[in-house]
């Protein structure tokens, strides 16, 4: 089996929004079409995204944490959006676990986006279907692209790497890895949809220090007592000045 | 959610179908055991079939209202192995179709004795069509609120009282119609409709107020703590990503003030459920049409409102990504 997915390291999202501009550039020029926007340029601008970034403050002033938050579809392996859809449009792919959907085939219905706990479905306002991440199908395929460019946009274009995109259902893959060794969890558990996409939780670097190790309580070696005076008659360092 | 009115109109109106045709069908029935007279088959099955026909019709146009593509509509029967919409595409024009054979059978008097059971009741082909009629219509009502009742995670929704009462309101207002109809025909059977719409309308209530009082004490399983993934009691978005809106943020909220929600949460209770059984006990025992008229006037009116309400009380799990703009 193979499952494509995202592995989002929210330790080293710093928040840039590089990829949702990079998924919206990629994918507004695709194949299937354009990721309409309305009122671009005036009052209250809307469009379609298939990826954002949120950012959420933990804790209380000041012991607060800012946590960076992209939010994409996650390809759960047991998606709830595909059963519900009346046509058949949704689909899950066999071959490699992404989540799709027909854009010929959709009626518009929006109960996709209904069944769906994460919000990751959006009905494009001109195209009048549903629309949501496709893992950049259309790249990661590509021939014509050089190997290390066959990546989703969103991907290639994090500035601090904290994508990470493969086959989680590959133990020795990058991905697979990452959620094994570092901690990867799926978001909302609690519906059994079984996301492919996982988080690395935020980890932070400690040293535990004891109050006694920061002040020497005994001293053995007199490491550092002050130094008795010296005799008048010993030599002084440069043997001119005296005491 | 943001209760789209094209759906408004399609549960209401098909359930005011569906009730009307399973009251002209209880009517049939009673008037074979006996129990009441016997209507004239083409003034009064086969006038309250096509108005039954009717409103199963404006529901379905409503239905394309929500569609992106209605173009494309006829390719939601393709999963109906696993998507209940898909059933309900399927179920509701099947409904239609029984109701125009019931109908026409009854309006061209096209319905031959098939069999005489213990020598007195006499079993005619409308009867038959009407039973196989009638499994279909609950299998609309199922279909309907499974649509609703089956996506787990809006928890005001999955629950079996989400079905029950799809189908007790349908047949409430269908009943109450079906009242102000033989009423203007001045049926004999006026009284027997009143006496069903006022047992379906408070049976109705009695599901109706238990979903909420349920609704109300619902505690939700997901929380911004499982959905980003932090466990911390105290998480706050300071931003959701983006300034003026998204599908997101149109589709899963109902935007009205507390006070407007609350309000029409206490409009429908009233306009759905004592109103019309006031209205119904009054006009019982020989009343004119207008008082049953406006009873389901009343009562339809009333089921909009609940309507609005059933959409916009469930809270989708996705709303906890979008609390603040930023």
Avoid at chain 1, 141 to 146: E, F, G, I
Avoid at chain 2, 47 to 54: D, K, P, Y
Wanted: glycine share 6%; with cysteine.
């Amino acid at each position: 089996m193979t499952q494509l997915a995202l592995v989002i390291d929210l330790n080293v999202c710093v928040g840039c929004h590089a990829c949702v501009t990079s998924c919206k550039e990629w994918n507004t020029s695709g194949s299937a079409g354009y990721l309409s926007d309305m009122n671009p340029f005036s009052h209250d601008p809307t469009g379609t995204f298939f990826n954002r970034v949120q950012t959420f403050e933990v804790g209380e002033f000041p012991n607060t944490e800012t946590v960076h938050f992209p939010k994409s579809c996650l390809h759960c392996e047991d998606p709830p959006c595909v059963p519900v859809c009346p046509t058949g449009a949704s689909y899950k792919r066999d071959e490699d676990g992404i989540v799709l959907v027909d854009y010929d085939k959709c009626i518009g219905c929006k109960y996709c986006s209904w069944a769906c706990p994460y919000g990751v479905r959006e009905l494009d306002e001109h195209q009048k279907v549903m629309k949501k991440c496709t893992l950049c199908v259309d790249r990661i395929y590509d021939h014509s692209l050089p190997e290390n460019e066959r990546k989703p946009a969103c991907v290639m274009a994090c500035p601090t790497n904290a994508r990470l995109f493969g086959d989680v259902d590959d133990p020795d893959s990058e991905v697979a890895e990452a959620i094994r060794e570092r901690g990867g969890y799926q978001l909302m558990p609690e519906w059994g949809t079984r996301p492919a996409n996982h988080y690395l939780p935020r980890s932070k670097t400690r040293i535990t220090i004891h109050e006694d190790e920061l002040t020497r309580v005994d001293n053995p070696l007199k490491k550092e007592r002050q130094l008795p005076m010296p005799d008048k008659d010993a030599p002084t360092l440069d043997d001119v000045t005296s005491w | 959610m943001h209760p789209a009115f094209s759906v408004i109109f399609l549960t209401t109106l098909i359930g005011v179908g569906q009730g009307l045709f399973l009251a002209l069908y209880t009517g049939q029935l009673y008037s074979v055991v006996e129990v009441v007279p016997v209507e004239d088959s083409h003034t009064h099955y086969g006038i309250g079939s096509l108005i039954a026909l009717a409103f199963l019709a404006a529901g379905l146009l409503a239905s394309f209202f929500h569609l992106g593509h209605p173009e494309r509509g006829w390719r939601a029967i393709a999963r109906w192995r696993t998507s209940w919409l898909s059933r309900e595409v399927i179920v509701l024009p099947a409904f239609m179709g029984l109701v125009t054979l019931y109908g026409l059978v009854h309006y061209f008097d096209l319905n031959p004795v098939l069999f005489t059971f213990r020598e007195t009741f006499r079993v005619d082909l409308s009867l038959v069509i009407g039973a196989l009629t009638t499994v279909v219509a609950f299998l609309l009502f199922l279909c309907t609120g499974m649509i609703y009742a089956c996506i787990k995670f809006l928890q005001e929704w999955a629950t079996p009282l989400t079905v029950v009462n799809y189908t007790l309101l349908g047949s409430a207002s269908g009943f109450t119609l079906a009242t102000a109809f033989a009423a203007y025909q001045h049926s004999q059977l006026t009284d027997f409709y009143a006496g069903w719409a006022v047992l379906l309308t408070l049976a109705a209530m009695v599901t109706r107020v238990a979903s909420l009082i349920r609704n109300k004490r619902i505690k939700h399983k997901s929380s911004l703590r499982t959905a980003i993934g932090i466990r911390h009691s105290r998480i706050t978005q300071k931003s959701q990503g983006f300034m003026t809106g998204s599908f997101n943020t149109r589709e899963f909220f109902h935007g009205a003030p507390q006070a407007v929600f609350k309000s029409i949460k206490w409009f429908f209770l009233v306009t759905v459920f004592p109103l019309p059984v006031i209205l119904l006990a009054l006009g019982m025992g020989g009343g004119a049409v207008l008082i049953f008229a406006l009873a389901f006037a009343i009562q339809y009116v009333g089921l909009l409102a609940d309507r609005w309400f059933f959409f916009a009380q469930a809270n989708h799990p996705q709303n906890l990504y979008y609390q603040t703009v930023g």
